[in-house]
């Protein structure tokens, strides 16, 4: 009985101290930057800290501005997530994705930027929208 109790307290303490992402609510949530309430889900983003605070925000520009500000040292982020412009629901790795930015992508701060799962994906929007093909990198640099 005494090591079901301690499992069973250890799973919630486990539990209580995830580190991971959370689904971003449209209509509800509300940019941790600019304070404006996520209405667009092809462009909302989040930074999950390694305690696992949660920081959401509604265009990749304003993700990058907090990023610059110095809100969290680069060494307390657990990772930086983006929505794919796509798949909306699914959040991914932002260092890992692949942008277009665009002025036929209406994102709500004037980042025009949408982020893609795969290369190919990006690559057939950006032709039709006549983008510009930028790396995590690039993004973190353009958007200060």
Sequence with gaps: ?????????????????????????MG???????????????????V???K???YKFDDLNCMLKFH???????ENISSWMVALYTEPKQLLDATHAFYSQSEQVKSPMAGNVAAFHSKEEMEKYN???????L??????????
Excluded: R
């Design 1 to 25: 009985m005494k090591t079901l109790c301690t499992t069973f307290l250890l799973s919630i303490l486990f539990t209580a101290c995830s580190v991971k992402p959370e689904p971003l609510v």
């Design 28 to 46: 509800k949530d509300a940019c941790y930057t600019c304070k404006m309430t996520l209405v667009d889900n092809k462009f909302g983003a989040e």
């Design 48 to 50: 999950v800290t390694k």
């Design 52 to 54: 696992g605070k949660i």
């Design 68 to 74: 610059h500000a110095g809100y969290e040292s680069k």
């Design 127 to 133: 032709t039709e929208w006549n983008g510009k093909i």
């Design 135 to 144: 790396t995590w990198k690039e993004l973190s640099e353009q958007f200060k």
